[in-house]
């Protein structure tokens, strides 16, 4: 099946610093990329759609500046979390489905744990 | 607007016991429903889905969902629970607003015992 890898699986760093989270699709392209935040215990919350070549579309409320993400090629996708706070600490996951591929049948990472010291 | 409610938060139950996980949505219009499971490290893996079909959806590792337009539920059922099925579970509804956006219920941790 199709294959979505995330890295870092896990980072730390320090509040002020920013940081970059990578979105591969491994064994197919996706125009399309989604990005979610998930706090403990918590739901998956869509944050932003990827479009490749083009800029992304955020979710209302998600900061813009905030969390900068970068389509530039059709397997691969990336979030910027800059000038991080300990309040940006969250497990950010990624998500792609297949082009034609029925709706809502997407291909998960296996998540980014940040930790904002 | 479009949204689903997980009944309970955390189900246990003893292995080969049958598993019963419930979902409501609430939809204007004729939803697409899915059950996703998130093992730990692991990313999310869909179920099963509803898009309109028949309204008993059999899903992957003998998971299976009905569809109940009466009492707007999509509950998932497995007669046997197997160890390896202790995860995180979560119902999610299509929004119309746009192709492949999610929407994800809170989840419900099933927890199987010896």
């Known amino acids: 099946g199709a294959v979505v890898s995330q890295h870092p699986s896990w980072v730390i760093c320090k509040s002020g610093t920013s940081v970059k989270i990578e979105c591969r699709s491994l064994?197919?392209?996706?125009?399309?990329m989604f990005w979610y935040r998930q706090f403990p215990k918590q739901s998956l919350m869509l944050m932003a759609t990827?479009?490749?070549?083009?800029?992304?579309?955020?979710e209302q409320g998600v900061e813009k500046d905030k969390f900068l993400i970068n389509h530039a090629s059709l397997t691969l996708s990336t979030l910027t979390v800059t000038s991080a706070h300990p309040e940006d600490s969250s497990f950010y996951i990624c998500?792609?489905?297949?082009?034609?591929?029925?709706?809502?049948?997407?291909?998960f990472g296996e998540g980014s744990r940040l930790t904002v010291l | 607007a479009q949204s689903v409610t997980q009944l309970d938060s955390h189900v246990s139950v003893s292995e080969g016991t049958p598993v019963l996980l419930r979902c409501n949505y609430s939809?204007?219009?004729?939803?697409?429903l899915f059950w996703y499971v998130q093992h730990p490290n692991k990313g999310l893996q869909l179920l099963l889905k509803?898009?309109?079909?028949?309204?008993l959806v059999k899903g992957i590792n003998g998971f299976e969902a009905e569809f109940k337009k009466s009492e707007t539920s999509f509950h998932l059922t497995k007669p046997s629970a197997h160890m390896s099925d202790a995860a995180e579970y979560f119902c999610?509804?299509?929004?119309?607003?746009?192709?492949?956006?999610?929407?994800f219920g809170a989840g419900t941790r099933l927890a199987v015992h010896p």
């Open positions: 998500s792609a489905g297949l082009a034609g591929g029925s709706t809502g049948e997407l291909f």
């Open positions: 064994d197919f392209q996706a125009t399309t």
């Open positions: 990827s479009n490749e070549g083009s800029k992304a579309t955020y």
């Open positions: 939809s204007s219009y004729s939803p697409s």
């Open positions: 509803y898009t309109s079909a028949a309204t």
């Open positions: 999610v509804v299509s929004d119309p607003a746009g192709y492949n956006k999610l929407i």
